[in-house]
């Protein structure tokens, strides 16, 4: 089976061709194409919604072109036509969703509306075999959340943040340090040359029973450390970029304890811990996430960084896992702006999706 996938909820436009593996586990990216606007979003410290929608309609024609080309296929050889419906941007999710429906109606070829976030969730199963039920950390600009993943289109949200996304708090804390957008891999490239026990910044809800996230309180604890200082030099950054990083993968690995906790308790033992979304691209996260999950011996499985951040092959991916199991979906499918997790499983498990 092959799925071309349509991804244009933020600031990437994306087309790709995913199949899964003949008689095996996994699936093959025949082709990832992945066009990033930042440049265009650059002069304004973040995305800018309007700028984004348009630069996916001057660009994603071609790029489906070039997946297709590039994968050796015609759109007669695709089983199924996929496209982020949501969570994101509103002016760019109609684009990608558009001409995938399109597509579909031209070729009769069935359309399958995905949630960005599962496709984050079920990554792990493209590049690794893996069964349910396992739980995911994701952990992108918009979201933060540990979801108990028990099958496909069948999600349980265990902790989410209450306040800022992961992503988010990178994001303004390079903005704070004067850094371009987006900052995460900004702050993570400082932070190797910086000192992480210079500033003892909080780790908000440590300890705390559940597996909800609060980041706000972290971020504005660095904002009061940069006044405090008032000019700061390159070192200042740096040991700002290691002591913040520091104290947000402490909240992590804390959060995730919980998550497991949590899991453990309502669906019996997780397969594995799967991380998606663009900070999981963060090394210091990955390596402590390793850490922990060998110390309680269960299975890590993260997807190379460059399948964390957005692009058309998850998107894919998530479309195959959904056509296998018969969930496509209709033409008259509504963009949307947010789409909760649980709200895809509620669809799904009532046929609607
Ligand atoms: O999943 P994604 O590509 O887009 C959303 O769906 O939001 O995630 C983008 C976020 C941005 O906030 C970016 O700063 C962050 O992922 N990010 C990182 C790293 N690479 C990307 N954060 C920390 N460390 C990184 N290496
Ligand atoms: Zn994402």
């Known amino acids: 089976m092959r799925v071309l996938g349509i991804e244009t909820t933020c600031d990437e436009t994306s087309a790709a061709v995913v199949s899964d593996r003949l008689g095996g586990d996994g699936g093959e990216i025949l082709s990832n194409e992945i066009l990033s606007q930042i440049a265009q979003h650059a002069a304004y410290g973040g995305v800018v919604p309007e700028i984004a929608a348009r630069a996916h309609i001057d660009v994603l024609d071609r790029l489906i072109v070039r997946a297709l080309s590039n994968a050796k296929v015609g759109l007669e050889d695709i089983d199924a036509i996929a496209a982020a419906a949501g969570p ?24 399958i509306a995905v949630n960005h976030l599962e496709a984050h969730a079920l990554t792990a199963r493209l590049t690794d075999p893996l069964d349910f039920p396992y739980l995911a950390l994701l952990i992108s600009g918009g979201h933060t959340q540990l979801v108990a993943v028990r099958g496909v289109g069948d999600y349980r949200r265990l902790g989410s943040t209450v306040d800022d996304a992961a992503g988010e708090a990178f994001d303004k804390v390079a ?69 913040f990083q520091a104290a947000i993968v402490d909240v992590i690995v804390d959060r995730v304890r919980g998550g497991v906790r949590l899991f453990s ?52 991916w998530a479309g195959l896992e959904r056509l296998k199991c018969g969930f496509t979906s209709e033409l008259g499918f509504a963009p949307r702006a947010r789409w909760p997790l649980d709200a895809v499983a509620s669809e799904t498990h009532h046929g609607k999706a």
């Open 88 to 111: 994101g941007l509103i002016g760019g999710v109609l684009v990608g969703l558009t001409a995938a429906k399109g597509l579909a109606l031209a070729s009769g070829k069935p359309f």
């Open 175 to 243: 903005k704070m340090m004067g850094l371009p957008y987006p900052g995460g891999p900004q702050i993570e490239a400082l932070a190797q040359e910086g000192d992480p026990h210079r500033f003892d910044f909080p780790r908000p809800m440590l300890g705390r029973g559940g597996a909800d996230f609060s980041l706000s309180g972290l971020k504005t604890a660095v904002r009061q450390q940069i006044i405090k200082i008032g000019t700061t030099t390159d070192q200042d950054r740096k040991d700002l970029a290691a002591s």
């Open 265 to 316: 308790e309502s669906e019996g033992r997780p397969s594995g811990l799967v991380i998606g979304g663009g900070v999981g691209a963060n090394g210091a996260i990955r390596r402590a996430l390793t850490r922990l999950c060998a110390e309680s011996g269960l299975r890590f499985v993260s997807p190379p960084a460059s399948l964390c951040s957005d692009n058309g092959a998850i998107i894919a």
